[in-house]
């Protein structure tokens, strides 16, 4: 098989997976913009979700978050996603927007916040029983916001308790996502800031739990594709939760605002056997002034083109010039397969797979957007808080 | 008089603004923490700042948010603070909460979006010259999120365009202050991004469009001492809204996160006559998890410590040691300053002017935390978004 | 002319200004590694710019810096250039490598060392008039450690009372370029630390007096296109100095770290008619561990690419989507430009220029880099210290 | 024992290390200001660590740096610090300053180089068996200045490789702490560039591999306390350098640039368990324009007076907020201790100790620094590069 064809077939057998709030209103502090024809219930979360992946061909799954999805029978669910040719993906958990958790949830100081946090986890990893989801992402908001608040240390003591205790519970072929994120909501302390925290403590839980890289969640000026580099080294690299921002967790489309990093990072996927090790790739972005479906679509093909670059670099090159010390020759390679424009090559991928080159114009031509406009009217459009 | 005299006198003379929103519910994009007693309309928040001002002598005036502080009668608004001791201070206008706004307000493309915000930003000056307000405060969330979203430079005329209209309708005695931030809620572009651009139009506008200085709006590494000195050197500062921050727009109480950054900060206003220039001292605070009033309180008297310090530094030791090129004797002068422990001379100060040393102490014993939990049951306790 | 010869024509009149220094030896303050064949002399350091000119075409003009390129005959320095096909460009001075500048320069408390320093300048102009060089650049290294170690606004006075001095000695038709930079080698303060300082002095000295953007020289996230557009639109543009920072200053090839932030820039410069309107386009960088000439032939590349790329946007498809307020279609439009690979065009663009499409390859054939290696043996490498 | 009295008795067994290096020039890549009377000889540097010592009474060790400190005879350097005083600590190694290591030391891909820079670091060891040091410090300045310059994880396995071989050879008691440093010199990647890195390495090689955390080395943002209470809570903190900066590895003299920051560590270390632990506490500064000696005694004192509020923090009081969530109580505990005034509770520690109280004045008093200047003429003055 030529580099061409492999990369092509790498790239038709890509998944990307989309998160089911990404679909739902999102905003600010400031201002949540509403948009029409948003979904009311996780079943038009899901609906639309099996749109980005009709148009694409690569997003096959779709991350629930609970208690946002929550529902009554998550095996109707799942059949429903399956009819509409999707399936569930990672549960989310959420411990952070009841009333309890002001001062953080499994490493809150009062025990019986702590017992709650930890219940509502294990009823995620039921739900995931229900769903055949393998993978069920931990994101604590935990943290503090003023020097003293609370004790550094004993919160690590206390979220070491609870992960145990949900490790414990993982079936087989379940396994644990633990994200870090350096800021936000809380502002002096965060319990899992960073990749050396979440590493440290699934090093302590086994094999199944595993780190995933935020592409939003780091401080300035941090090297997230060394992160990556070194996590699949230490065979840790559990999945990405994809995004792009210039300054803060902006959750803007993946590849919108540094496409080269973007393109880094997946050279160092493709260097270190991320497209076979299980690592999960999932956007968790927010389309706050933008249209969702397409924002989203045209998440997915950034995504795909970063990879399609990364497919591109000529390995054997890159090894030779790294070997000589050609730092001029090694980059070059390097840019060579970045400055390709590989939109054609991903439009034959495409039509190879059945599909319409341009999935944006597919989509906009399918007028799934006049008509979610048209029949999703009165009830509570889907958000943060619902 | 001798300079602690001198220090004495300009720390009972000292004014800071508390902002009424303070008083109100607030957050993060992730959750709304309610808390028990918060004040349920305008009336109550002056309320509640009036306590603030009983206890700290120093917070003689409230900054007003329109709408979240809209009231059929300002004059009745201005009679019920007047009542209570204190006035109503600078209006602040809101151009980001409205669906029309997603896009922007002044610089919006569309202009009659632009003309809807003007015509708001008209009305703060109405109401100003209802309450007797001096200071119009305008803080523009405009911006974009993805480069090519819309034209930077066109921004930068239509923001012009409507700040000179606004700026032509102050009256005799009013000031238009302009803030700037770096980033959020926009996330690529924002209109107004750093003090150089608030600092260009002003001098367009005239004497009295002058800066503010948010100190939680600037890149991370911002000298902001720097800004505060060339500012007053301009006669560019209008005022300051205080918070404090570890990464972000965090909004933490000032002091909290760096004090001796808000002791440098001092010591440039007191080193430039920023405190007898009209430069208003204000608070912009969100206590999103700890009790309202004394975090406002205790900002207070952050502010107070570090402008005490300020008024310590030995001007002439300064200046002789800063002209002998004498490095370390000259930062040793500075450092004294702030390595005094000035919270005995505040006290001294506080007995003074008749008030309990302990204002945090004061306030505790005062029942007002148990009275407002206790009578403001029901209605819709305010926040952001009311 | 069709919108593709345009753009042909604009990249073959572009021109970028090489610096003598970037091919001398540089490094950081833990080591500087000398390079084989690295320029002994003002006239060596020529003599390696025309070779960049000789094979990019675009890059008739070389900065010096003084004193490391002073020389005893500046018209035969001139001559010597002419000769070679490239001509002398800005001047730029250096007023932080004295003794004396322990503590500043033009800033310096102590009167005799700012009058050194302002000689220097005077100097410069001398030198400017000796060359017909247009541009003074100036880049001050004044600043302070330590909180407390000078006075702020006393040494803004210093600065406007020395810049004054030198403007007044500007010839017609010569220009001050005044850069800023947010700190280094200075910690503390800087005493022109961004572009809103720059801007306040070159307003109060006159229209030809002008800002430098230098890309590396901003605090983390700061939205550098802003500011081009900004400062385009108040006509104080007055060059770049072009390289690019993972971090800090760090001086790495232009569009090597972020060429989609190059892009944007350039996409700027192209929409507010930065071409046309004096603004200067150099290089400044150091190329501590790889090739000299190859690398800066690479960075001239790179700013064609990014410009070729900003030259293709479709402009008026941008604005209708930009009215439109059509967030996700503006933004299409100008990534549909950048991820354009441009490379075949400038290959066009050299071959009707009469130049090698590949001026990479073509160096590497010229023999240049083995005869300077063989022939500039003995003598003393050029540097930043000589 | 009261508080006050276990407070005083830490304080007087405090021993803050003093690096050699401090006390010779060092400057920016812009300039190295010289200083007069700046040591010639490794032994002139531990004459002035001794003055250090004689007047804080709490620096009774001195870190060498090979090359810089590099003497025939260990033995003969170890009795002239022990005949003054103090005593050799720990062995800073040196992979940076060879020609050799332009693409890096232990991670270079040759492998001769990688061989001869593990062979320096043997023979580090051997120095330390001479010295009978305990510690081996390990700052690599290794990493890529371009993206595809070499392979991030074959640097990390050639750098694992090294470290055991080296790890290896330590003797009994011996300890290796590993420094990681988020860039400079290298600007793309670093090959330890956070706390999780090297905390990885150190798991793999053995409870004796220890991190260091050099306060001057993270990403803006970075909370380092947060690390600090992690790394005890791990038992892998072997030590700090101390400095400060604002901006990047600005290497100021510890507690000026943010005393709050420096308290906040503190009290993890207080926390933690770090003074009985064998955590060492160095310096790691520059002193580029102040004079040195007063310099590092200046900064000896602010780590005192950072562990004199640490050690008054009510540590029972602290406790019982946080444990009800009392955010205000326990930030006001907290703070409480940094606001107070620990001078003269210094002083009298002094006085105890037999010491002057005042150390700045004392070594003033001395006549110390006149008489290097008088003395210290003719032969090279110390500086990075010797």
Known sequence: MTELAAAKAALKTQAVETPSW????????FKVFAQQGVPRTPQEKLD??????????VAPSVALHIPWDRTDDYTALAEHAGDRGVRLGTINSNTFQDDAYRLGSVCHPDAAVRRKA?????ECVDIMDATGSADLKLWFADGTNYPGQDDIRARQDRLAEALAEVYGRLGEGQRMLLEYKLFEPSFYTTDVPDWGTAYAHCLKLGPRAQVVVDTGHHAPGTNIEFIVA????????????????????DDLMVGSA???????IMHEVVRGGGFTSGTAFMLDQCHNIEAKIPAIIRSVMNVQEATAKALLVDADALAAAQRDGDVLGANAVLMDAYNTD????????REEMGLDPDPIEAYRRSGWAE????????GEQAGWGA
Chains 1, 2, 3, 4 share one sequence.
């Open 48 to 57: 639309d979700a099996a749109k980005v992946h009709e148009f694409t061909g």
């Open 342 to 349: 590989v939109r054609p090559l991903l439009r034959e991928v």
């Open 118 to 122: 930890v219940d509502h986890l294990l």
């Open 371 to 378: 008509r979610i406009v048209a029949e999703r009217v009165g």
């Open 22 to 29: 990404a679909y739902a209103n999102s905003g600010t502090r």
């Open 230 to 249: 070194t996590l699949l080294r230490e065979e840790r690299l559990g999945g990405f939760d994809f995004n792009s921002r210039f300054y803060a967790d």
């Open 258 to 264: 540094d496409p080269f990093q973007l393109f880094r």
